[in-house]
């Protein structure tokens, strides 16, 4: 059974950066889909970044295009985001979430994903 734990999060000022990791259990395969999401209260979850398990093909939407990076420890079963000059409008709990026959490894949709950490919280002051 594949288990994700984030870790990582925290509170910073704007224009800060932070680093999310999400440490994989359970891997059976190396053709993982994986993705980061986004909530706050109220609204749906969204999608931040993906990537193959190896960390080629990395994704990004919009808001975090050159602020966002995604990667992964060589020889380690972790899996990173690392966010740069951070804004309060990106304060949410982020969740990594992972999929093993998800090839176009997008963050179009939470539903494409069926594995899910229970999220690390990153709050941004202004």
């Known amino acids: 059974q594949l288990q994700l734990v984030e870790s990582g999060g925290g509170s910073v000022q704007a224009g800060a950066s932070l680093t999310l990791s999400c440490t994989i259990t359970?891997?059976?395969?190396?053709?993982?889909?994986m993705g980061w999401f986004r909530q706050v209260p109220g609204k749906e979850r969204e999608g931040v970044a993906s990537a193959y398990i190896s960390g080629s093909g990395g994704r990004y939407v919009d808001f975090d295009v050159g602020r966002f990076t995604v990667s992964r420890d060589k020889g380690k079963n972790t899996f990173h985001l690392q966010m740069n000059r951070l804004k309060p409008e990106d304060t949410a709990m982020y969740y990594c979430a992972a999929d093993p026959v998800y090839p176009r490894c997008t963050v179009e949709s939470v539903y494409n994903y069926n594995y899910w950490g229970h999220g690390t919280q990153v709050t941004v002051s202004s």
């Open positions: 359970g891997l059976t395969s190396s053709s993982y889909c």
